[in-house]
């Protein structure tokens, strides 16, 4: 009881962290929270510059002054903000956002003309009286210029955090000083300054383009309250409220229309340009817009659970779930930076040591050193990479919980499918009815459905479609579903049996094993055989496609797991080409399959319904769940959920996959390359600290206009 007292105490906070645009900053600020006592979890997403703690209640009470302080320690003009707070105050933030930007537009141009002074007394006015004027000028623009970092560099000092990107410029640009370089010391600052503002400004554009893929949450709803139309929040309607939505305008949450007809897109969901036409009685979900006609909507989930909610929930929560190359980079950061000013070290001091060179000269090759060990254009493209490759495949549909399985897609080399809604469309219809009695086919019919009527399995539901009379029956009848069987029911003092051939045996009936392609229901009456009933499927439009496409892709081992007979799993998979099939699985067995699969592959994905098939889908290497969207289930045990029900959408994933493996990949040999070439051209006396700040800042920007550019991907 304790325990469970102890657990309730615990809860978790989020909180925005506005002004966050260095990702070295922001692994340090995750590092520092994590230290502070009682925090049992600490995430911070640099993607959606939000920070997730959990803690006991009356610990989390007093964090946020505590994140604060963190913050303006490590990145000075950083605002904690409770998550939302920045959605309640939009305009004016963005308001402020708008003048700090053209404040610093401002005070870079009053440090351009200061640098100017200062340069020209030094080289017009040189051996004039006016020539002592240069030093104070240079240092007065040195402070002014540079007092953002050298305030962050004796913040972190005095935290022991002496590695960072503002300690190595302050190193740096003291040393030129030192060695009466002055105008590269003012310059390397500056255009450190004015790289930094330039990478702020470009990751806010990259997070502002990741955030338009996923602009479907609605502002507003239209309740219906005493014959009046009230605009409200929608996390204030309940379960059966009707609501009004208009041409243009967004369903707030997910329904059932109960008046009017109209044509909604659907792209923001599904990823399809077609609109979907809708009428009364059907279902509706958050997130689509209505385009043509006014229609009223009775609630049936609220916001909270809505469609829309969940999907802005999966991919914020995304980045949380890092890859293997970002935890890579992350720890390779940690070592990078100390090794490389630890080289620095060596260039200043061995070289005159050991040969006599003048000390000034190797000192400024090892000041150049410093200010390129930087590791940020590594830290900021590559969590921004695989958020962006989460926001491509959003767009397209296809719901990724995370960069670590964005990663495992690539990986790929076996894929399992489940049969029925996975590649084949689930609407069964009975075309042949074998007759073994008296009775006629209509009477077959009816009988069948007298005992499939309490059954929602698709097969049960083309019986009774099928059956033009049948009598209805209590639901409290002797009714008994047999798993991976069939169904027993005792109805008016009669058994009926209606299932497989594994129900048949297993009731000692003696039936007619039919040949004939499809799903075979035996019925059977007080011990007698009745008949045989076939129900068939059709193969989805796309499947056959999909198959091939998977093939071209590598993917050398495409399998199908079902319930459903040899002859019938035989066809579907001679159809499409398959490489291997198993049929008459328990679900049970069909985890039993996947795990003997699992030895002797790679990496192995299932597709799935998402419902059925959650224990497959939680077993493999990679859970893909098709149709699932709306669905509990599907959400919870997939690692990926694909929003229409077409296993084309799996190419796509894995094509977003690979273009997201290749930016992130050549991100990092373009930041690896062009640092190393300028560390060597700078021991060579060849690369002067203006390259030393391209490769730096510059290389950083690169990186993120490259994320930039995928997020811009039309088609896949």
Same mark, same amino acid.
């Given at each position: 009881?304790?325990?469970?007292? +102890?657990?309730?105490?615990?809860?978790?906070?989020?909180?925005?962290?506005?002004?966050?645009?260095?990702?070295?900053?922001?692994?340090?600020?995750?590092?520092?929270?994590?230290?502070?006592?009682?925090?049992?979890?600490?995430?911070?997403?640099?993607?959606?510059?939000?920070?997730?703690?959990?803690?006991?209640?009356?610990?989390?009470?007093?964090?946020?002054?505590?994140?604060?302080?963190?913050?303006?320690?490590?990145?000075?003009?950083?605002?904690?903000?409770?998550?939302?707070?920045?959605?309640?105050?939009?305009?004016?933030?963005?308001?402020?956002?708008?003048?700090?930007?053209?404040?610093?537009?401002?005070?870079?141009?009053?440090?351009?003309?200061?640098?100017?002074?200062?340069?020209?007394?030094?080289?017009?006015?040189?051996?004039?009286?006016?020539?002592?004027?240069?030093?104070?000028?240079?240092?007065?623009?040195?402070?002014?210029?540079?007092?953002?970092?050298?305030?962050?560099?004796?913040?972190?000092?005095?935290?022991?955090?002496?590695?960072?990107?503002?300690?190595?410029?302050?190193?740096?640009?003291?040393?030129?000083? !030192?060695?009466?370089?002055?105008?590269?010391?003012?310059?390397?600052?500056?255009?450190?300054?004015?790289?930094?503002?330039?990478?702020?400004?470009?990751?806010?554009?990259?997070?502002?383009?990741?955030?338009?893929?996923?602009?479907?949450?609605?502002?507003?709803?239209?309740?219906?309250?005493?014959?009046?139309?009230?605009?409200?929040?929608?996390?204030?309607?309940?379960?059966?409220?009707?609501?009004?939505?208009?041409?243009?305008?967004? /369903?707030?949450?997910?329904?059932?229309?109960?008046?009017?007809?109209?044509?909604?897109?659907?792209?923001?969901?599904?990823?399809?340009? @077609?609109?979907?036409?809708?009428?009364?009685?059907?279902?509706? $979900?958050?997130?689509?817009?209505?385009?043509?006609?006014?229609?009223?909507?009775?609630?049936t989930k609220e916001y909270k659970d809505s469609?829309?909610?969940?999907?802005?929930?999966?991919?914020?929560?995304?980045?949380?779930?890092?890859?293997s190359t970002e935890k890579f980079i992350s720890?390779?950061?940690?070592?990078?930076?100390?090794?490389?000013?630890?080289?620095?070290?060596?260039?200043?001091?061995?070289?005159?040591?050991?040969?006599?060179?003048?000390?000034?000269?190797?000192?400024?090759?090892?000041?150049?050193?410093?200010?390129?060990?930087?590791?940020?254009?590594?830290?900021?493209?590559?969590?921004?990479?695989?958020?962006?490759?989460?926001?491509?495949?959003?767009?397209?549909?296809?719901?990724?919980? !995370?960069?670590?399985?964005?990663?495992?897609?690539?990986?790929?080399?076996?894929?399992?499918?489940?049969?029925?809604?996975?590649?084949? +469309?689930?609407?069964?219809?009975?075309?042949?009815?074998?007759?073994?009695?008296?009775?006629?086919?209509?009477?077959?019919?009816? *009988?069948?459905?007298?005992?499939?009527?309490?059954?929602?399995?698709?097969?049960?539901?083309?019986?009774?479609?099928?059956?033009?009379?049948?009598?209805?029956?209590?639901?409290?009848?002797?009714?008994?579903?047999?798993?991976?069987?069939?169904?027993?029911?005792?109805?008016?003092?009669?058994? /009926?049996?209606?299932?497989?051939?594994?129900?048949?045996?297993?009731?000692?009936?003696?039936?007619?094993?039919?040949?004939?392609?499809?799903?075979?229901?035996?019925?059977?009456?007080?011990?007698?055989?009745?008949?045989?009933?076939? /129900?068939?499927?059709?193969?989805?439009?796309?499947?056959?496609?999909?198959?091939?496409?998977?093939?071209?892709?590598?993917?050398?081992?495409?399998?199908?797991?079902?319930?459903?007979?040899?002859?019938?799993?035989?066809?579907?998979?001679?159809?499409?080409?398959?490489?291997?099939?198993?049929?008459?699985? @328990?679900?049970?067995?069909?985890?039993?399959?996947?795990?003997?699969?699992?030895?002797?592959?790679?990496?192995?994905?299932?597709?799935?319904?998402?419902?059925?098939?959650?224990?497959?889908?939680?077993?493999?290497?990679?859970?893909?769940?098709?149709?699932?969207?709306?669905?509990?289930?599907?959400?919870?045990?997939?690692?990926?959920? $694909?929003?229409?029900?077409?296993?084309?959408? /799996?190419?796509?994933?894995?094509?977003?996959?690979?273009?997201?493996?290749?930016?992130?990949?050549?991100?990092?040999?373009?930041?690896?390359?062009?640092?190393?070439?300028?560390?060597? $051209?700078?021991?060579?006396?060849?690369?002067?600290?203006?390259?030393?700040?391209?490769?730096?800042?510059?290389?950083?920007?690169?990186?993120?206009?490259?994320?930039?550019?995928?997020?811009?991907?039309?088609? *896949?």
């Amino acid at each position: 009881m304790q325990k469970t007292a +102890e657990k309730k105490k615990r809860e978790e906070k989020e909180f925005e962290l506005e002004g966050l645009n260095c990702s070295n900053c922001a692994m340090k600020i995750e590092n520092q929270v994590k230290e502070l006592e009682g925090m049992e979890n600490v995430e911070l997403n640099f993607a959606t510059s939000t920070l997730k703690v959990a803690a006991e209640e009356s610990r989390l009470k007093k964090i946020k002054s505590e994140l604060q302080q963190i913050s303006d320690r490590i990145e000075p003009g950083v605002k904690v903000l409770n998550k939302g707070e920045e959605n309640e105050n939009n305009d004016r933030a963005n308001s402020l956002r708008a003048y700090l930007w053209q404040k610093k537009n401002i005070f870079i141009g009053v440090m351009f003309f200061l640098f100017a002074l200062a340069f020209s007394n030094l080289s017009v006015f040189k051996g004039n009286i006016f020539y002592s004027l240069s030093l104070p000028a240079y240092i007065t623009a040195y402070l002014l210029i540079g007092y953002p970092v050298l305030k962050a560099a004796v913040l972190n000092i005095g935290q022991g955090q002496i590695f960072d990107e503002n300690f190595l410029m302050v190193i740096a640009t003291i040393g030129a000083f !030192g060695i009466r370089e002055y105008p590269e010391a003012v310059a390397v600052m500056l255009f450190y300054m004015v790289g930094e503002l330039f990478q702020e400004r470009a990751v806010n554009n990259s997070r502002r383009s990741i955030k338009d893929l996923m602009d479907i949450q609605p502002d507003y709803a239209n309740l219906i309250k005493d014959d009046e139309i009230i605009k409200v929040d929608p996390e204030k309607l309940k379960v059966d409220d009707l609501i009004a939505v208009k041409a243009g305008e967004k /369903i707030p949450v997910d329904g059932r229309i109960v008046s009017g007809e109209t044509a909604l897109e659907t792209s923001a969901l599904t990823g399809e340009s @077609l609109p979907k036409d809708v009428a009364e009685g059907d279902s509706v $979900l958050s997130g689509m817009i209505n385009l043509n006609k006014l229609i009223t909507i009775q609630v049936t989930k609220e916001y909270k659970d809505s469609t829309v909610k969940k999907i802005l929930e999966l991919v914020e929560n995304a980045s949380s779930k890092k890859a293997s190359t970002e935890k890579f980079i992350s720890k390779f950061a940690s070592y990078y930076t100390p090794l490389v000013v630890l080289a620095a070290a060596l260039v200043a001091i061995l070289p005159p040591l050991l040969t006599g060179a003048a000390f000034d000269q190797w000192f400024y090759r090892a000041l150049i050193f410093l200010v390129v060990s930087c590791p940020c254009a590594l830290v900021v493209s590559i969590p921004l990479g695989f958020f962006g490759g989460i926001g491509l495949a959003s767009k397209n549909g296809i719901l990724v919980k !995370g960069g670590n399985y964005l990663e495992a897609l690539n990986k790929l080399d076996t894929i399992v499918f489940d049969k029925t809604g996975t590649l084949t +469309e689930g609407n069964f219809k009975v075309t042949e009815v074998n007759i073994y009695s008296d009775y006629s086919r209509e009477e077959i019919l009816e *009988i069948a459905a007298e005992v499939e009527q309490f059954s929602n399995h698709p097969i049960a539901l083309s019986i009774i479609e099928a059956a033009k009379n049948y009598k209805k029956h209590s639901a409290a009848s002797n009714y008994q579903e047999i798993s991976g069987a069939g169904i027993k029911a005792e109805l008016d003092n009669n058994l /009926i049996l209606a299932g497989n051939e594994r129900l048949m045996q297993k009731n000692n009936i003696e039936y007619e094993k039919t040949d004939s392609t499809g799903t075979a229901v035996y019925l059977a009456k007080n011990g007698e055989f009745l008949a045989s009933i076939i /129900i068939s499927d059709q193969l989805k439009d796309d499947a056959k496609a999909a198959v091939s496409e998977l093939k071209e892709l590598g993917i050398n081992n495409l399998a199908m797991l079902t319930g459903d007979n040899q002859l019938t799993a035989a066809k579907v998979a001679s159809s499409l080409k398959l490489d291997n099939f198993y049929a008459e699985l @328990l679900p049970d067995q069909k985890v039993e399959k996947v795990e003997e699969l699992l030895h002797s592959s790679n990496k192995l994905a299932f597709v799935g319904d998402g419902i059925n098939d959650a224990p497959v889908l939680a077993r493999s290497d990679l859970g893909i769940a098709m149709g699932g969207l709306g669905s509990d289930a599907a959400i919870e045990a997939a690692d990926v959920v $694909l929003m229409t029900d077409e296993p084309s959408k /799996i190419v796509s994933a894995l094509n977003i996959a690979a273009k997201t493996k290749e930016l992130v990949w050549q991100n990092i040999i373009m930041a690896l390359s062009i640092k190393a070439a300028v560390m060597i $051209l700078s021991v060579l006396g060849m690369a002067s600290m203006w390259a030393a700040v391209f490769a730096d800042v510059g290389v950083a920007l690169m990186a993120v206009f490259n994320v930039m550019r995928i997020l811009k991907t039309e088609e *896949i």
